[in-house]
């Protein structure tokens, strides 16, 4: 048996996210139809629980070609100037360590070979994030990683109108105990803006999504320009801090 959280979409919660717990049967082994089978699991005895809740496995794994297609892995950023990166190697690329970082040739690596590049493991411990000529401190612990996945997301029509369709979300690959940041649970935050109305809110600077997603103000945050933004919930057009990047 394992216990894996589930990531709830909540527009009342603060922080709009809300998590439950769940024990489920561990199926070992690292096929895909082995991870499927936990998820099957998992997801059964979520449903038990949460009988009207919408679930969604978000991860490679995933027996939706929308959860994998949400896989941090998989979910793309396009800037004007044609370059394309996924929001993994965009997060691995942005790290800084006590020996060095940011590297920024991992923006030219795949998901994989940037999470796996020996760099991030052989460089120190981390000291903050820098991207888009800002730098991110770790605290609040998801600041950088769930800002980064829920503008990537904005972007996205297809996949931003498939995913407010549900409101509750897993990552098989996530625990708790090991890791920090959870795509899942960046997409229970993206759904919880949607169906606010605080996407275009959220998304309009950092220091707004900051004081949104994680009910604090910083007054020294820097903020991205972006005009004439629309404050409802067909922001994904307007919002374009990524065609800042060379």
């Not at 496995?57 to 793309?76: H, R, Y």
């Not at 990552?171 to 890791?179: G, L, Q, T, V, Y």
């Not at 899942?184 to 707004?208: F, H, I």
Request: charged share 30%.
């Amino acid at each position: 048996m394992a216990k894996r959280p589930v990531f709830i979409s909540s527009v009342k919660e603060k922080g709009y996210v809300s998590i439950q717990e769940i024990e489920f049967e561990w199926f070992p082994g690292f096929s895909v139809k082995q991870k499927q089978r936990s998820i099957e699991s998992f997801h059964k005895n979520f449903k038990e629980k949460n009988p009207s809740s919408n679930v969604l496995e978000i991860s490679s794994k995933s027996d939706k070609e929308l959860g994998v297609a949400l896989s941090a892995f998989n979910l793309m950023i396009k800037t004007k100037k044609n370059k394309k990166f996924s929001v993994e190697t965009a997060f691995q690329a942005s790290k800084v360590f006590e020996k060095g970082g940011p590297f920024l040739d991992l923006y030219d690596k795949t998901s994989k070979e940037a999470k796996k590049d020996p760099r991030i493991k052989n460089s120190g411990e981390l000291l903050y994030f820098q991207c888009f000529g800002r730098k991110w401190e770790l605290e609040p612990k998801t600041f950088f990683y769930d800002w980064l996945y829920t503008n990537t997301l904005s972007h996205n029509k297809e996949l931003s109108k498939e995913v407010v369709q549900y409101d509750a979300f897993t990552d098989i690959e996530f625990n708790p105990h090991k890791s920090i940041n959870c795509q899942a649970r960046s997409v229970a935050l993206y759904v919880s803006l949607y169906k606010t109305g605080l996407l275009a809110v959220a998304l309009s600077s950092v220091e707004k999504f900051k004081e949104l997603a994680f009910g604090q103000q910083d007054n020294n945050i820097k903020d991205v320009k972006i005009k004439n933004v629309k404050v409802d919930k067909e922001a994904t057009e307007q919002l374009s801090i990524f065609d800042k990047m060379d």
